[in-house]
C-alpha cells in the first residue's frame, strides 16, 4: 500500500507564501507524474499543477501560473507546491497524487493512482 503523506497547509493572509510537501511511503515507486489538486466547499476537485517525475517538466492551472511553482526532489521521493501571492480564492483542501503510467492527461483526477489525505489551506482577506 502506497502512502501520500502531505504537510504545509494553514492559515496564511492573502498575499501570503505557504509551501506543501508531498511524501510517498515506498521505497520505490515507478511514477511518470505528480499533481496538485485542490477543491474547496461545494466546487469539484480541480487540477492545480503537474511534474513529470523524469525530466521535471511542469504545468500549471491558469488560476495559479505565475505564482505557484511545483518541484520534486528525487532522492526524497518528494514533491513540493510553492504558493506565493496567494488569494482568498485560492482556499480549499489541496491534495497531491501520483499518476504511475504514462499520460497527456496529467490535469484530470482519473488519471491519478494514489491520492493524499488532503491539507487545508486558508487565504484570509
Known amino acids: 500500500q502506497v502512502e501520500l503523506i502531505e504537510s504545509g497547509g494553514g492559515l496564511v493572509q492573502a498575499g501570503g507564501s505557504l509551501r506543501l510537501s508531498c511524501a510517498h511511503s515506498?521505497?520505490?515507486?515507478?511514477?511518470?507524474?505528480m499533481g496538485w489538486f485542490r477543491q474547496a466547499p461545494g466546487k469539484e476537485r480541480e487540477f492545480v499543477a503537474a511534474?513529470?517525475?523524469?525530466?521535471?517538466?511542469?504545468y500549471y492551472s491558469e488560476s495559479v501560473k505565475g505564482r505557484f511553482t511545483i518541484s520534486r526532489d528525487n532522492d526524497q521521493n518528494t514533491v513540493y507546491l510553492q504558493m506565493n501571492s496567494l488569494k482568498p480564492e485560492d482556499t480549499a483542501v489541496y491534495y497531491c497524487?501520483?499518476?504511475?503510467?504514462?499520460?497527456?492527461?496529467?490535469?484530470?483526477?482519473?488519471?491519478?493512482?494514489?491520492w493524499g489525505q488532503g491539507t487545508q489551506v486558508t487565504v484570509s482577506s
Open positions: 515506498a521505497r520505490t515507486l515507478s511514477t511518470y507524474g
Open positions: 497524487a501520483a499518476n504511475l503510467q504514462y499520460t497527456t492527461l496529467l490535469y484530470a483526477t482519473s488519471r491519478y493512482d494514489y
Open positions: 511534474i513529470l517525475w523524469s525530466t521535471a517538466n511542469t
